[in-house]
């Protein structure tokens, strides 16, 4: 059986969560957590970061400080998972679904500039699958159109984007640390900014609205939220980002070994890397050309039975019965029956790429 995602454990992980269970409480109980947030405001090179529960958490706290709310419109891509547009309907706000670009599958910048309107309050650019959003481009609408950014960077941990880590980039970036992701800590996600205000309007949010300098306890000065992380589960986190660059390089490696072997195939095209820029490859994708006729849930069958695991392409989030169907965003609603993932984890062996990729040509017509 080839999983189609599988955690990296090591003996790291298991002994900083032995001594968090042991020794962290009362004073220490926070100690992985400032651990944890230091590590990755060094790794992403953003000045502020807050450990959350959740990814989802996260995009929420971002777009609850940047007080997005009822009457409110955020650009969010076509192609994304659901808790894109889920955070933005939690504050009221409406999400307004954006086609994406033919090669990276991430939001089309300039579909996003006709779609703005005077409600339009932020864009919410989502790296897919580790691929990297135009974001020049949308850092230059933002500015014209006085829009907030907050940049969805779960899937993409370690991407770069002309040098800078993806999620430093926007007035947010939210990560996660699900079990399925690059680095996990089986729940968890990071907030970061660039902006002090900000993050400290994130953390207050975060900590059911207690402001830091009130001095009377259970005296709050806002309704927030509480999406923290555990102490546990930050120590997991800690090791992860000890480990963060064999993690990164490893699906790179693996990426390039199906490259090798896909990447010729005509009527195959896979997950782009734009000059200048460092994808993180967190699932391997291919999109099959529209010149061949492929059942592709028929395929996810086979291959299935061959012990192989892969995953559909998201479906356009419009087309999800919470929402207005739009097929007018074509590039979109075109790859979603098109395109699948490939498994890729830490222990993955080329053997096991050679198996996935003979086995997937084998059963193409
Ligand atoms: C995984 C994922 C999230 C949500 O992450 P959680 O930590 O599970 O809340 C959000 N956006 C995208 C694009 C994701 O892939």
Known sequence: MIPLVKPSITSKEIAYVEDAIRN?????????????????????????????SSCTGALHLALASLDIKRGDEVLVPEISWIASAGAVVQTGATPVFVDVLPDSWCIDPSKAEKAITERTKAIMPVHLYGNLAEMDEIEDLAKRHKLHIIEDAAEALGSEYKGEKVGSIGNFGAFSFHGTKTATTGEGGMLVTRNGDLNRMAGILNDNGRIPEEKRPFFQHYTGFKYKISNLQAAMG?????????????????????????????????NPEQEGSRNSYWMPT????????????????????YGIITRPFFYPLSMLPMFENQPSNEVAWSLHTRGLNLPSFFEMTEDQVEEVCDTLLKLIP
């Open 286 to 305: 291919v999109i099959f050309g529209e010149q061949i006729q492929i059942d592709r849930d028929l395929l996810m069958e086979k291959l299935k039975e």
């Open 238 to 270: 800690c090791a992860q980002m000890d480990r963060i660059e064999e993690l990164v390089s490893r699906k790179r490696e693996i990426f390039a070994l199906y490259q090798r072997r896909l990447g010729d195939v005509s009527y195959v095209s896979m």
């Open 24 to 52: 962290g409480w009362g004073a220490q109980c926070y100690d992985y957590i400032f651990k944890f947030q230091r590590q990755f405001q060094d790794y992403i090179g953003s000045p502020y970061a807050l450990a959350t």
